[in-house]
């Protein structure tokens, strides 16, 4: 008789030690918890009710609704305007990311461009804080990150620090972002003078699904990297199937083979 393999469920009941309510405006709790009456290293993170995750007990939880009340008022007053993107949304309750682009148009070769950048946070560990350039290529309506070696990106951990500090380091990432992503276009005029070769479309090939590269493999050795790069990222904006955090992800591996 073939044995049936079946998954082991593991019933696990802990004690609250304490609760934290400093963000109880906001709907969250933070749970601190025992086990069999020994203090443990976890801290439960519920939200409406309902339980996050269990994280560490240094872990910092910064509400996304506060990012959105103090941040986001920063991020406009230095010309940043929200801009949706195609690909599916991500619950605000528990994940934030947003793109903000310039309503001012940057030239390189004929190509328009809008600088921006990109707000993420989370409050399960899924997403570090973070802040990084965005391009918006307007030709095909189109936007990319882009990549920390080319233009000053923040990222901070939940872990350690005071939410004061956080939100001041913040201020501080996006004025240097701001003063910094002109940065990118220089690289881009780069990108439209090298030859686009079969090493980056294989590179491209182990990462990416097939309805990302689509028309990509025309350009070997015809088009730019210029063109190929945009090809694929315009592909991967485009595509409606994932989320946010999956677009996220492809672009950093795209930015990662280009060199950007």
């Known amino acids: 008789m073939k044995e049936v393999n ?5 019933h696990v009941e802990f004690e609250v030690e304490s609760e934290d309510l400093r963000w109880q405006e906001y709907d969250i709790i933070e749970k601190y918890l025992k086990y069999n009456g020994r203090r443990t290293k976890f801290k439960a993170i519920v939200k409406s009710g309902n339980l996050v995750n269990l994280v560490s007990r240094r872990y910092t939880v910064i509400p996304n609704e506060l990012l959105v009340e103090e941040i986001v008022p920063l991020i406009e007053r230095f010309g940043y305007q929200p801009i949706d993107s ?3 949304s991500i619950p605000t309750d528990v994940r934030y990311m947003q793109y903000f682009i ?15 950048l990109l707000f993420r946070n989370s409050i ?6 973070g802040l ?3 391009s918006y290529r307007t030709r095909c309506g189109n936007g990319v990150i882009m990549g920390k070696e080319s233009v000053y990106s923040f990222t901070r951990k939940h872990v350690g620090g005071s ?3 956080i939100l001041s380091r913040l201020e501080e990432a996006i004025a240097l972002i701001n003063k910094k992503s002109l940065q990118i276009l220089e690289k881009y005029k780069h990108m439209m ?3 686009f070769q079969k090493e980056k479309y294989s590179e491209l090939e182990k990462y990416l ?7 990509v493999s025309r350009m070997i050795g015809t088009g730019t990297d210029w063109d190929a790069f945009n090809e694929v990222t315009q592909n991967i904006w485009w595509n409606r199937r994932g989320n946010m955090i999956n677009q996220y992800g492809k672009m950093q591996i795209v930015n990662r083979i280009f060199g950007i």
């Open 193 to 195: 003078k090298i030859k």
């Open 209 to 215: 699904p097939k309805r990302d590269l689509a028309d």
């Open 6 to 10: 079946r998954m082991e469920k593991l």
């Open 163 to 165: 939410v004061e500090d």
């Open 86 to 88: 195609p690909a599916k």
């Open 124 to 129: 399960d560990r899924s997403l570090s804080l």
């Open 102 to 116: 310039k309503p001012e148009l940057e030239k390189i070769d004929n190509e328009g461009i809008k600088l921006g």
């Open 132 to 134: 990084e350039g965005f």
